[in-house]
């Protein structure tokens, strides 16, 4: 609301100095209150223009803000999916590589298992593991029934004690193992001679990661040397079982 109370204060003044009778007076009125509202409108405008400025400013403030937080935010967004290619592609490499060893160990379980041979596998305390198939069929046993030490149950009573000194003697220095004995066969209830091998799978600091074992069957091998001896030595006396590992053929 403009106040003209002054300006009309202003121009009665000069009316009242001038004399010059009710013409002149409005014109005087008319050009003072001109001049004021030009006055008025103008320091309005000058706030309504710095107030326009000052949200002018603002805005252009809030929107460089607003991009320079779209582009933090765009360039997070093109490294996560950059990481996120590469664990897929390492996702991908992955199964790629479990494929292929899931592939290998089926190859090498129908090796070792088609091997005339029982091979198995140790923890480095010694603790077997594992049995190939042969194993299990010559035993005669459940599939578990031969982990840890449960196969010195199918051990000669007689080889027993020296097959597991020697045995302790390899874990404690990881030396070969190397023993001769008799292991009951679970069709017949048979002893038959084997020759047991273990050797350690060591590591580059020494350390044995496992022990990988077989036991052959030797014992028709061992009743032919044993017959040889016999025929062209007649004159020796019954030569006993455990003596024959100290022949050659």
Request: proline share 4%; with cysteine.
């Amino acid at each position: 609301m403009i106040d003209f109370i002054p300006i009309l204060a202003d121009a009665a003044s000069k009316v009242e100095s001038s004399n010059t009778g009710y013409i002149t007076a409005a014109t005087a009125i008319l050009t003072a209150a001109s001049a004021g509202f030009f006055t008025w409108y103008s320091n309005k405008s000058k706030s309504r223009n710095d107030q326009f400025a000052s949200f002018m400013s603002e805005s252009e403030k809030y929107r460089k803000e607003l991009r320079e937080e779209l582009e933090k935010q765009q360039k997070k967004c093109e490294e996560d999916v950059a990481k996120l290619k590469v664990m897929v592609k390492d996702q991908d490499i992955l199964i790629q590589v479990l494929e292929e060893k899931q592939s290998l160990d089926t190859k090498y379980k129908a090796i070792v298992d088609s091997m005339p041979q029982v091979v198995w596998t140790a923890k480095p305390d010694g603790n077997v593991d594992y049995y190939n198939a042969r194993g299990y069929q010559y035993a005669g046993r459940p599939l578990n029934a031969g982990r840890d030490y449960g196969w010195s149950i199918v051990f000669h009573p007689e080889d027993l004690e020296k097959g597991l000194e020697i045995w302790r003697q390899s874990l404690t220095t990881g030396s070969t193992y190397y023993y001769p004995y008799r292991i009951k066969r679970g069709s017949d209830g048979m002893y038959r001679w084997h020759l047991g091998i273990a050797m350690p799978r060591i590591n580059e600091n020494g350390e044995v990661l496992q022990w990988i074992g077989s036991c052959t069957d030797i014992h028709d091998y061992r009743e032919a040397i044993l017959r040889r001896i016999r025929v062209t030595n007649p004159e020796f006396p019954e030569i006993p079982e455990k003596e024959i590992d100290n022949f050659s053929a």
